[in-house]
């Protein structure tokens, strides 16, 4: 017959000890996984701990190994979840999974646990045997509660922005609207008999109006750029840029542009939004042209493996000064006097929000005289596309 070898260990009081192969094959299993666990016996001293638990609560395997659970670390394991499930509820549930215990131990400050915890009986003489699974969810539970707070703000800061959208778009326009209707009313009824300065006054008023209700307009497009106007849905770039260049086709029949398309890809996003970026940058390439040359507009595109396409709108424009490159993107920044270039100076802060929002980046490279490359990254794919039935 078979002669089964027993296995010499050393226990805390550093007597010689035999453990049968079958339980030291267990205790080995038990330290390898990286979920710390705790063994107790029916009296819930400790029998075993494995190398998880040690790391995670800093303890010495000699502090814990016929301990009893309540007094480890002078008692900082004496918490009331956890007695009342030891005690309590595994008397009669005999298995509980998933209990979440928020404790502060003073040696390792606040930790939050989910314990599964299981009553195990070999046979129906011998002490039953508890085997605690603890799992440190401590990051994890913080992080979601701080991002909990920050979704909360968020929301609070939304709300405030679609009301500010409400009141640019309702109620600081109105007055606008009355400047302008009034001061047309006059131009007509009077404008021939007003000459110099009183006509210079209408004049610079009705402009003066004129560019606050597109100042207004524009706040009020920048403003909605970072609130979800659309869920993402998947959306063919290539289709959007064929859409901008027919709205465009008159400025690009005056001017005598060029417009390349090349291939671009299907994406999840938000395709009003798209489309506004796609006309944004195809606008101001047509816009910021070389005088006597034909303006020519690339739009180009690539993906990678890492599941990010890179979009490029390149032109052979007047170009930017580096020192401007950061600038472009602010609020109101304008370059160019308005006598040269009209516009409000927002579109591109417009398209930054709109990438952003659409978790991409834009960048610029360009040289004074030599053109202008805008680059786009966004994901190709994104968490929370909502698919047509």
């Known amino acids: 017959m078979a002669r089964h070898e027993e296995v010499t260990s050393r226990s805390p009081s550093s007597e010689t000890t035999t453990v049968p192969p079958a339980e030291r094959l267990l205790l080995n299993i038990i330290d390898t996984v990286r979920e710390a666990l705790v063994v107790l016996d029916s009296e819930f001293r400790v029998s075993h701990t494995n190398r998880a638990f040690l790391d995670v609560f800093h303890v010495a395997r000699e502090e814990t190994i016929g301990e009893s659970v309540f007094t480890l670390g002078n008692g900082q394991w004496d918490i009331p979840p956890l007695r009342a499930l030891l005690r309590e509820r595994l008397v009669i549930e005999r298995e509980v999974a998933d209990l979440e215990v928020d404790h502060v131990f003073p040696g390792i400050g606040r930790r939050i646990m989910l314990v599964n915890a299981r009553v195990v009986v070999h046979a129906p003489d011998a002490p039953r045997v508890t085997l605690l699974a603890i799992e440190d969810v401590t990051q994890q539970r913080l992080t979601a509660r701080r991002l909990a707070v920050q979704h909360r703000e968020l929301q609070r800061s939304n709300a405030a ?185 927002i579109g591109l802060a417009i398209c930054r929000r709109i990438v952003e929002r659409h978790a991409g980046s834009i960048t610029v490279t360009s040289t004074t005289g030599g053109g202008t490359t805008f680059t786009i990254g966004l994901p190709v794919t994104q968490a929370d596309v909502e698919y047509a039935p």
């Open 161 to 345: 922005l679609n009301e500010f959208a409400f009141v640019a778009s309702h109620d600081l326009q109105e007055p606008l609207r009355k400047i302008l209707s009034f001061g047309e009313r006059l131009e007509s009824s009077a404008g021939a008999a007003l000459d110099g300065p009183r006509r210079q006054y209408l004049d610079r008023m009705l402009s003066a109006a004129t560019r606050m209700r597109s100042l207004i307009s524009d706040l009020l497009a920048y403003s909605q750029a970072a609130v979800s106007t659309k869920p993402f849905a998947p959306t063919d770039l290539a289709t959007i840029a064929r859409d901008v260049i027919v709205d465009l086709e008159t400025t690009i029949a005056d001017c005598g542009a060029r417009v390349d398309l090349g291939q671009l890809p299907v994406i999840d996003a938000d395709p009003i939004q798209m489309r506004q970026l796609l006309q944004n940058l195809i606008g101001n390439a047509l816009k910021f042209r070389r005088e006597d040359v034909p303006p020519v507009v690339r739009l180009r595109s690539s993906t990678s493996d890492d599941g990010q396409c890179t979009i490029s709108v390149s032109d052979n424009g007047i170009g930017i000064k580096e020192q401007h490159r950061d600038k472009i993107f602010r609020m109101f920044e304008r370059l160019h006097s308005r006598t040269q270039y009209d516009g409000s100076g």
